[in-house]
């Protein structure tokens, strides 16, 4: 589950409780949200800029190889919702100073040591929930410690 307001992916294991990463998430306009599946993994993914992210952010390659200096970082999972891709993912960084902010395209990025950790207990298939802004878990403990008695 990812929780984009709260900056944070939960993988929730199965007696209920969960271990939490630390994410960067999309900036306002950018985020995706809704219901997927892991529809591949990679270890050291290329990346393909979009021609979205080609306007957004000024003039990039066509391809950069998976490696230390690929945004993409050690690993991705690739988010499929109605059995296509939705082009966004699951990865990881070479921007590990970023954790805790909303400034990617929408991909979520984690730590790379995180990704790892990840990508190793994820299987393809799973599913995975994003909530968007104001449905997440961050909203839900606030509105909790407001209450008085």
Same mark, same amino acid.
């Given at each position: 589950m990812?929780d984009?307001? %709260? =900056? ?9 409780? /969960?271990? =939490?990463? &630390?994410a960067?998430?999309?900036?306002d %306009? +950018? /985020?995706?949200?809704?219901? /997927? ?7 050291w *993914?290329?990346? !393909? *800029? !979009? ?7 000024? *003039? ?5 190889? %998976? &490696? ?6 050690s ?13 966004y993912?699951?990865?990881? !960084?070479?921007? *590990?100073?970023? @954790?805790?902010?909303a @400034? ?11 990704? @790892?950790?990840?990508?190793? =207990?994820?299987?393809? #298939?799973?599913?995975?929930v994003?909530?968007?802004?104001? +449905? #997440?878990?961050? =909203?839900?403990?606030s509105?909790?410690s407001?209450?008085s008695?």
């Amino acid at each position: 589950m990812v929780d984009t307001d %709260g =900056r944070y992916v939960y993988y929730v294991l199965p007696e209920g409780s /969960a271990i =939490r990463y &630390g994410a960067i998430v999309g900036e306002d %306009g +950018q /985020a995706w949200s809704g219901v /997927a599946t892991v529809g591949r993994k990679e270890e050291w *993914p290329g990346w !393909t *800029p !979009t021609e979205g992210e080609k306007r957004r952010l000024g *003039p990039l390659p066509n391809y950069v190889e %998976g &490696g230390a200096r690929n945004p993409m970082g050690s690993r991705a999972l690739y988010l499929y919702a109605g059995g296509k891709d939705t082009l966004y993912r699951i990865h990881g !960084t070479n921007r *590990p100073e970023y @954790i805790g902010h909303a @400034i990617s395209s929408g991909c979520i990025r984690l730590n790379n040591e995180d990704v @790892i950790d990840l990508y190793s =207990r994820v299987k393809t #298939g799973a599913t995975v929930v994003v909530l968007g802004p104001k +449905q #997440g878990l961050s =909203r839900v403990a606030s509105a909790d410690s407001s209450h008085s008695n």
